[in-house]
């Protein structure tokens, strides 16, 4: 057992790294690329410490060159995920009992090995699997990933120091405890750091975990249980199962053992999942704690003072890095009509300017979306815009799955402010724009507030005070994250916590001390030094 208060080492923002041409990490992380595109790699299931091959295996392949293999996965069976679950339970014995400043310390060594020897490898993982371009790459796998680990560790120290008050004749002691059970995490495919986080967050803070990621980021994932092992996280902590997600989540929430949802995705699976914790909840031993980000249909709002190449900038940026394969992408934006001209001239340019192809040529701004399924669904809004008499594709709108699953970043102009692709999450390189008279500045900005069950991020673009602080105030339901003269994309870690609302989500805000709260129950022990030994009280005398 430690003696004495620990100080953790101050957080700080990993540095991200330029990657320009002749630049030692330019060349280390094609090296590693080339190195892991052209190899073959197996990843099984890990339990319990232990590598489970089951034999029932499914491909991987690159989203920009899906007849490329890069390996294989195994398949869970519902035997796997109930021994993941059952060495859980026996692995919290020890590890919700193991001193803070020993989890932190693991976590601390994780951050360095992805900050450090893993830096390249999780990044070229990232550009494979995921088809990220080297920027897009760096600021998730290694950047924000490391960010999480180092910022999670004084978070939990913080959360450690908040004590209630005490007297000179009773002491109050608040225990922050791991939740009873063990916990559920469900990761999605477009950011490595999300995937790596919400397993970590929760057993940072003395929790076991199921983890089952997206099919589509496998490739990445083992590259973080690769790093968990190496920093020493325990055997049963945290636990890893690929396959059928409705078996695996059945047997995780028939359990009553499970103790908390840790779900990034898409809005219609976390209710569904909601609903089945509703429908189960008699058989659980404790109110089962639910996180969840999810879908979006993120907005720019230009004001009339706005600066035509900041504006054309933020949309740019906000809705086509990454494919616009990102929670918080801008696929709405709303133009007044004195600067349209100039912002579509811009718009026009700038996407002209856009090269296409494997992340591997780091020429490329645009690369593959995530697979078959999502390239057929953005192709079918894009065939639509091109076929409604109240939609005007001005740029992009071709698609090609031949060798890998391109779409252009395509922007639709419609007259409708409630045309399909207005309202409707798309994640992809689309972004729909309606133009406003300028003197309708107020009634637009209710319209952004009301066409969208969604709430996660949003920007305005202005340099009239007032009107930012009106679309301020007027859009204070309409966003977890708002965004001043910005992007509404790339909230940092330690600067701008992430979440939303409405359909976006529980808002739990990921990279805060708000989000690690919902993975402890805390324990209030009062001692009393001078213990009462009569039960009357003064107002009983004669």
Same mark, same amino acid.
């Given at each position: ?25 330019? *060349? ?13 790699? *197996? ?109 999670? #560790? ?34 999605? @495919? ?13 057993? +940072?803070?003395?929790?076991? #975990? ?9 490739? !990445? ?18 636990? #890893? ?57 993120? @907005?720019?709002?230009?004001?009339? !003072?706005?600066?035509?190449?900041? #504006? ?65 669904? +953005? ?22 799955? !031949? ?37 309708? @500045?107020? *009634?637009? +900005? ?97």
């Amino acid at each position: 057992m430690g003696k004495g208060f620990f100080n953790v080492p101050i957080a700080y923002n990993e540095p991200v790294k330029k990657y320009a041409p002749g630049s030692p990490e330019r *060349d280390e992380v094609l090296k590693a690329y080339k190195n892991m595109f052209n190899s073959k790699i *197996d990843v099984p299931l890990y339990i319990n410490g232990k590598h489970v091959s089951t034999g029932n295996t499914k491909t991987m392949s690159p989203p920009h060159d899906h007849k490329h293999i890069v390996g294989t996965y195994h398949l869970a069976e519902k035997s796997h995920v109930e021994t993941a679950i059952s060495t859980a339970l026996e692995a919290r014995k020890t590890w919700s009992q193991m001193p803070w400043e020993q989890r932190a310390a693991i976590f601390l060594k994780a951050a360095e090995l992805v900050a450090g020897p893993y830096r390249a490898k999780i990044n070229a993982a990232t550009m494979i699997a995921q088809s990220k371009n080297i920027h897009q790459a760096e600021i998730d796998a290694a950047c924000e990933l490391v960010d999480f680990l180092r910022y999670n #560790v004084q978070y939990m120290t913080d959360i450690y120091t908040e004590q209630p008050e005490s007297t000179s004749d009773t002491w109050n002691r608040l225990e922050y405890r791991p939740l009873e059970g063990f916990t559920y995490a469900v990761t999605p @495919f477009n950011f490595t750091a999300i995937a790596g986080n919400l397993p970590s967050c929760m057993a +940072l803070m003395g929790n076991v #975990v199921v983890w089952k990621p997206s099919d589509s980021q496998i490739y !990445s994932a083992k590259v973080i249980m690769d790093v968990f092992e190496e920093a020493g996280v325990p055997p049963g902590v945290i636990n #890893v199962v690929f396959g059928d997600p409705v078996m695996i989540t059945n047997t995780v929430l028939s359990s009553p053992d499970f103790s908390g949802l840790h779900f990034t995705g898409s809005t219609f699976i976390f209710k569904e999942l909601w609903k089945q914790i509703g429908n189960n909840i008699h058989n659980y031993k404790t109110y089962p704690r639910i996180v969840g980000e999810t879908g979006g249909k993120d @907005f720019i709002i230009a004001h009339k !003072s706005a600066n035509v190449k900041q #504006v054309t900038t933020a949309i740019v940026r906000g809705a086509f890095e990454f494919q616009g394969q990102k929670c918080s992408a801008a696929s709405r934006a709303y133009i007044p009509k004195s600067l349209w001209p100039d912002v579509k001239k811009q718009l026009i340019k700038d996407v002209k300017s856009f090269k296409m192809g494997s992340p591997e040529d780091m020429g490329n701004f645009i690369t593959a979306v995530i697979h078959e399924g999502s390239f057929d669904k +953005l192709a079918k809004y894009i065939y639509q815009a091109k076929e409604d008499a109240d939609a005007e594709i001005i740029i992009g709108g071709n698609y090609d799955k !031949s060798k890998g699953y391109f779409i252009e970043p395509t922007v639709i102009v419609t007259t409708n402010p409630k045309y399909e692709t207005m309202c409707t999450e798309l994640f992809g390189p689309v972004i729909t724009i309606y133009i406003y008279e300028d003197d309708a @500045f107020s *009634d637009t +900005l209710k319209l952004v507030d009301e066409t969208s069950e969604y709430a996660l991020t949003g920007a305005v673009l202005a340099t009239d005070r007032y009107a930012i602080t009106e679309a301020t105030t007027a859009l204070q339901n309409s966003a977890g994250n708002f965004y001043i003269n910005d992007k509404p994309t790339g909230a940092v870690v330690g600067q701008q916590p992430f979440g939303g609302a409405r359909a976006s989500g529980t808002n739990d805000k990921a990279g805060s001390a708000q989000n690690l709260l919902r993975w402890v129950s805390p324990r209030l022990i009062k001692e009393t030094f001078v213990t009462p030994t009569d039960y009357r009280y003064p107002f009983l005398g004669e």
